[in-house]
């Protein structure tokens, strides 16, 4: 990272998808939004959906429809069971996606989890302007996917470049 920028916190929304988990025990959720704060962004809205591809959908919707919010980082729901649909839910709303995320998420995932990082489908991209991170339902993985490759890629001091530094281009023609 380089001192020579100023730091430029970002409106992050986070999003657990779960037919199971409440504010309470939702460890994914409160996971990120602690990174998240600690890093020095903002909390621009939390939620739990359950695994329904048209909920999800609805809820990012509204987030990348609303201006101030940069990004959406959503947990759960990117595996391979019937009730898994987060990535069905996210990817026909990106106008970009980024991926390389997946790529790095799940080379990452495997120094930790061997072959079962294969089970991952985390996804990325930009709609309207917001960047969306989809990541798995763990805690572990969103420890993985947040310290070791996005909080990077949100803190405009990272050099080369990084994705905060493109926010003010991402609605060029």
């Not at 739990?48 to 980082?73: E, F, G, M």
């Not at 763990?138 to 420890?143: H, R, T, V």
Request: aromatic fraction near 6%; glycine fraction near 8%.
């Amino acid at each position: 990272m380089s001192e020579q920028r100023e730091f430029i916190p970002l409106n992050i929304a986070v999003l657990t998808v779960s037919d199971s988990r409440t504010e309470e025990d939702d460890r994914s959720g409160q996971s990120l939004v602690q990174r998240l704060t600690e890093a020095g962004h903002a909390l621009a809205g939390k939620a739990i959906v359950p695994d329904n591809i048209y909920i999800i959908r609805a809820t990012v919707s509204q987030w990348i429809a609303d201006t101030k919010i940069h990004v959406v980082l959503a947990t759960g729901g990117t595996g391979v069971t019937g009730r898994d649909g987060t990535p069905e839910a996210i990817l026909p709303l990106l106008d970009k996606e980024i991926e390389g995320f997946g790529e790095i998420f799940r080379m990452l995932s495997y120094d930790e989890i061997r072959t079962s990082a294969l089970q991952s489908r985390a996804v990325a991209g930009v709609a309207n302007a917001t960047y969306i991170f989809c990541l798995p339902g763990s805690p572990g993985a969103c420890a993985t996917g947040w310290d070791k490759v996005i909080r990077e890629q949100l803190d405009n001091r990272t050099v080369p470049c990084n994705l905060a530094m493109l926010i003010p281009r991402l609605t060029e023609n």
